[in-house]
Every structure is written in C-alpha cells, then in structure tokens.
C-alpha cells in the first residue's frame, strides 16, 4: 500500500516543509510506515514521485518521480530545499500484485494540466484490464506508459472527461 500527500493553499510553501522535514513526512511514510495494512512489508521504498504547480493549475504542473526509496533520494532533498508551491502531490510506492519497479509505475501521472494519483490497488484488476483498455479511445490509451491499475484509472478518467 502506498502513502500520498496532497498540499493545496493559497500561498506557497517550501516542499521541504512539507515532504522532508515534518516528523510524519512522506520521506517517514516511506521509510518507517506504521499505517500499513500489509505489516509484514512495513516499508514503501519502491519509487515515489512529486508534482507541483508553479503558479497555475490551469497550466501544466511538474513531475519528478523514481525508482529508489524516497529516503536515499539526494536529488529530492535538494529539490525540496529550492521548490515553493501552493499545489503539491507527494506519493511513496510500495509495489503491488505484479506491477514493475519502474519510473513509468510511480504516482503522479499528469495529462495536460491533470495530476493524478491513488492509494490502494484496485480489486481484480487483471480481468478487467482488457476491457478497459478496450473501452478507451486511442488518443488516451496511448498516454498509457506503465502497467499499474492506478495509472488505467487515470485513463479511464481521462476518457469520462474527452466523452463529457
């Protein structure tokens, strides 16, 4: 099970503020998680991923995400020392089911001036993944770059939203 933070104020604060320095920060959520079900694994050290708006969130955010566990990440202490934002999402990834360590699987995904991101998996996801692959349109499947249930609810998201 994954950790997430969502951060929306009206004036910007420092990510550090938010992501590493606070005693329950996302670096502790994925280091030292005493909320997991799943207590047998109590650490999400498979990627973790930040996006923010710099000014707007009509215009499109920032996203920077990875494979190591977000507490032996140095680029993201030095980012969150530099970076002020008042629209934040943090997220901390603990793989499950059979979803692949990889950048394209770690939370956020962002769609234009969509962020998105989504704690938990989706129960049998397997036998439906086809026919929701299927249900989608060409232009919002091809946004698909990992293989996560989190990332095709994204999708189907997206394709609601270009149905209306």
């Known amino acids: 099970m994954c950790r997430f933070l969502l951060y929306k104020s009206n004036s910007p604060i420092l990510l550090a503020d938010l992501l590493t320095r606070p005693a329950h920060s996302i670096i502790m959520q994925s280091f030292n998680c005493k909320l997991r079900v799943d207590l047998r694994r109590p650490m999400n050290g498979?990627?973790?991923?930040?996006?923010?708006?710099?000014?707007?969130?009509?215009?499109?955010?920032?996203?920077?995400?990875?494979?190591?566990?977000?507490?032996?990440?140095?680029?993201?202490?030095?980012?969150?020392?530099?970076?002020?934002?008042?629209?934040?999402?943090?997220?901390?990834?603990?793989?499950?089911?059979?979803?692949?360590?990889?950048?394209?699987?770690?939370?956020p995904w962002q769609?234009?001036?969509?962020?998105?991101?989504?704690?938990?998996?989706?129960?049998?996801?397997?036998?439906?993944?086809?026919?929701l692959q299927n249900a989608l349109s060409e232009e919002i499947y091809l946004t698909i770059q990992g293989t996560t249930d989190s990332e095709h609810a994204f999708a189907l998201f997206l394709n609601m939203l270009q149905e209306g």
Not at 111 to 131: A, D, P, T
Request: net charge negative; aromatic share 10%; with cysteine.
């Open 46 to 107: 498979d990627g973790f991923g930040i996006g923010w708006y710099d000014d707007e969130p009509q215009t499109p955010g920032c996203i920077f995400t990875s494979t190591l566990p977000a507490w032996s990440n140095l680029n993201l202490q030095r980012l969150a020392e530099k970076i002020k934002s008042a629209l934040v999402f943090a997220h901390v990834r603990a793989t499950t089911g059979e979803t692949a360590t990889s950048e394209s699987n770690c939370h």
């Open 111 to 131: 769609f234009g001036n969509l962020m998105w991101m989504h704690n938990g998996n989706i129960g049998g996801f397997e036998s439906i993944k086809r026919r």
